[in-house]
């Protein structure tokens, strides 16, 4: 399944004022003769937060890799503040978080923020750090000897020195504990209200669900799907047309239950666009779903073990990154 859809007030800032960074038909091709982006489109606006999604090798890596000037398109535009990614006056308002961040084992938190303090005219105040990042009681500690979550705080912290106006998340919440991840969502939250734009590319979708004002879902190199959450979840139930309208995105259910009621019989009612028989259950997904459950009810009186749920967002990631073949 693919479909390319950008919704109307996304298209409509794809080229405004607020536009942060952007890549424009990107293609890359490595030396190996690998294409991880074939003609990719992407644009970050002002103080919003944007999750990318992607199955393993979609691209997602590579696409970051060319916002942070590390490497280079084979065809294609990238620009982050209006300049080429390589300009530093652009990349010293850029903050960045690797998976696979390292520092140097034997210095202290405090002095892993003073030395990347140091590295920016206008770093962030030292104790908002310490306080975004949730580093209080371990700023004396060596970075060997911390936790993998609080590593992953440290790099956070390491993230945010500069003060950045844009923000690469690559994974930030990796082995974080429940309430550790509760509270990086709420800084991240956080820095989009004060105007910083957050990429972030994560495998938990809870965390794109919980945190992401658009999701942009890529597979092969491609943008396959590009919404809200709550978009991206209809798009993935095959809800919302490819020119954007989406018929109620917010009141569309899966409905489960047991019932006699035939698949034409339910095709036939208002609102359902999908019946799925699973097993003795039958998956009934309807943008009416008062509707469609009045009917069902009225025509089947022995109608039982009945579920309406919201699309998950693990189905739509599914549905919308499936091999066709
Ligand atoms: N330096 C490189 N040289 C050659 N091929 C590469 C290089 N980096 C990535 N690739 C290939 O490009 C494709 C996209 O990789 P990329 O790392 O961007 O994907 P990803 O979406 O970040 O994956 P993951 O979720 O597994 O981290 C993959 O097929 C990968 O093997």
Not at 75 to 99: K, Y
Not at 124 to 150: D, N, T, W
Request: aromatic content about 4%; hydrophobic content about 40%.
């Amino acid at each position: 399944m693919s479909v390319t859809a950008a919704f109307p007030e996304t298209r409509q800032a794809t080229n405004s004022r607020d536009t942060v960074a952007s890549l424009g038909n990107i293609t890359k091709r490595y030396s190996n003769g690998v294409v991880a982006l074939d003609g990719l489109s992407l644009s970050l606006r002002r103080g919003e937060i944007v999750a990318l999604l992607g199955p393993n090798g979609a691209g997602k890596s590579t696409a970051v890799k060319l916002m942070m000037g590390l490497s280079t398109p084979t065809a294609g535009d990238v620009r982050i503040f209006g300049a080429d990614p390589r300009n530093a006056a652009a990349r010293i308002r850029t903050g960045v978080m690797l998976q696979v961040g390292r520092a140097p084992e034997m210095l202290r938190v405090r002095e892993h923020l003073a030395i990347f303090r140091g590295y920016y005219p206008n770093p962030m105040p030292y104790a908002e750090i310490v306080k975004a990042a949730g580093l209080e009681g371990i700023e004396a500690r060596m970075f060997g000897q911390l936790s993998g979550g609080q590593k992953q705080r440290v790099l956070f912290g390491m993230a945010l020195a500069g003060d950045p106006d844009l923000i690469f998340l690559d994974e930030p919440t990796v082995g974080l504990d429940i309430e550790a991840r509760r509270g990086m969502w709420a800084q991240i939250r956080d820095l989009a209200a004060r105007g910083k734009t957050v990429l972030l590319t994560t495998h938990y979708l809870e965390e794109a669900d919980a945190l992401a004002h658009r999701i942009v879902v890529i597979n092969k190199g491609r943008v396959v799907c590009e919404g809200t959450p709550a978009e991206v979840k209809s798009m993935g139930a095959g809800l919302a047309s490819p020119n954007g309208t989406s018929p109620g995105v917010n009141g569309v259910k899966i409905i489960r239950c047991v019932t006699t009621l035939t698949s034409e019989h339910l095709l036939a009612m208002p609102g359902v666009s999908a019946v799925e028989p699973h097993g003795n259950l039958t998956i009934v997904t309807s943008t009416q779903p008062e509707s469609t459950l009045r009917e069902m009810l009225a025509l089947d009186q022995q109608l039982h073990a009945l579920e309406v749920q919201s699309p998950a967002l693990e189905d739509a990631f599914l549905a919308l990154t499936a091999d066709p073949s």
